[in-house]
C-alpha cells in the first residue's frame, strides 16, 4: 500500500513511502511478524541510491549511511537493499494501491528502510495510530522534534544522548562493543538471544508512545 508519495521533508526530493506485510506475515527473524514500511527515492533503485548517495532523500544525513559511515568512524546501516530493492520493482510495476489503513491487527515498524521523519509527521503519526505497536527510529530529532511522540532518537554517543533527552525524545544507542550502560538505559531486548524475544513483541521502541527507559545496542561485530 503507498501511504505518501511527494517531497522529501529532508532535502524536496520526491520519495514514495510503502508499507508492506499488511496480511502477508513477515520472515524477517529479527523483527517477528510486523508490517513493514519502506521509504524510498523516487525514480531509482534503492541499491544505486545507496551507491550514489540519492539515498540522502530518505536517509539524510545520517552518519552511519554506507556511502559516509566509513569517514564517520562509524559501522555502516546494517539494512540490505534486496527488500527494498524487490518493493521498488513491484511499484515499478503498478502493484501497490494508495491508502491509509484504519486499523493493522499487527505491530508496524516505521521503518525498514528510510527515516519516518522523511514524511510529513501527520502520516506518520496516523500509521503509528493504526497499529496496536509500532517501532521507529529517527536520527532527524533535532529537527523534527515532534517525532517523539512516536520515534526513539538514534544516537551514536553519549552526548546526543543527552541532548536527545533535553528534547523530550527517549533514545536508541549505538555503543562500542563491551561498553557500559549508561543510567537510565537497558539493553536491547531482542539482542539477548537467549530471551527469543522479537521487536513485535517487545515493542518498547516507540518514542514516547510507550514509558520505558532507553534502549541501547552494542554494534554489531
Known amino acids: 500500500m503507498i501511504v505518501y508519495d511527494g517531497p522529501s521533508q529532508l532535502?524536496?526530493?520526491?520519495?514514495?513511502?510503502?508499507?508492506?506485510?499488511?496480511?502477508?506475515?513477515?520472515?524477517?527473524?529479527?523483527?517477528?511478524?510486523?508490517?513493514?514500511?519502506?521509504?524510498?527515492?523516487?525514480?531509482?533503485?534503492?541499491?544505486?541510491?545507496?551507491?550514489?548517495?540519492?539515498?540522502?532523500?530518505?536517509?539524510?544525513?545520517?552518519?552511519?549511511?554506507?556511502?559516509?559511515?566509513?569517514?564517520?568512524?562509524?559501522?555502516?546501516?546494517?539494512?540490505?537493499s534486496r527488500a527494498p530493492n524487490s518493493i521498488h520493482r513491484a511499484y515499478e510495476r503498478?502493484?501497490?494501491?494508495?491508502?491509509?489503513?484504519?486499523?493493522?491487527?499487527?505491530?508496524?515498524?516505521?521503518?525498514?528502510?528510510?527515516?519516518?521523519?522523511?514524511?510529513?509527521?501527520?502520516?506518520?503519526?496516523?500509521?503509528?495510530?493504526?497499529?496496536?505497536?509500532?517501532?521507529?527510529?529517527?536520527?532527524?530529532?533535532?529537527?523534527?522534534p515532534e517525532f517523539s511522540s512516536i520515534c526513539m532518537a538514534s544516537v551514536d554517543t553519549e552526548e546526543e544522548r543527552l541532548e536527545a533527552n533535553a528534547l523530550g525524545f527517549r533514545t536508541y544507542r549505538v555503543r562500542d562493543e563491551g561498553a557500559p550502560l549508561m543510567d537510565g538505559e537497558i539493553s536491547c531486548p531482542e539482542a539477548d538471544k537467549a530471551r527469543n524475544i522479537q521487536c513485535a513483541d517487545c515493542g518498547l521502541c516507540a518514542g514516547m508512545a510507550v514509558k520505558a527507559k532507553d534502549i541501547s545496542i552494542e554494534a554489531i561485530p
Open 94 to 144: 503498478g502493484s501497490y494501491s494508495t491508502g491509509i489503513p484504519e486499523q493493522l491487527r499487527k505491530p508496524m515498524r516505521l521503518g525498514m528502510w528510510g527515516d519516518p521523519a522523511a514524511m510529513p509527521y501527520d502520516i506518520a503519526k496516523g500509521l503509528a495510530d493504526s497499529a496496536p505497536k509500532h517501532t521507529g527510529y529517527t536520527h532527524r530529532w533535532r529537527e523534527f
Open 11 to 80: 532535502n524536496g526530493k520526491p520519495i514514495v513511502a510503502i508499507l508492506t506485510n499488511i496480511n502477508n506475515p513477515s520472515v524477517n527473524t529479527k523483527t517477528g511478524d510486523m508490517a513493514q514500511l519502506t521509504i524510498m527515492p523516487k525514480g531509482i533503485k534503492p541499491s544505486d541510491a545507496v551507491k550514489t548517495g540519492e539515498d540522502d532523500a530518505v536517509c539524510g544525513d545520517c552518519n552511519r549511511r554506507p556511502s559516509t559511515a566509513k569517514a564517520n568512524g562509524l559501522k555502516p546501516c546494517y539494512v540490505n
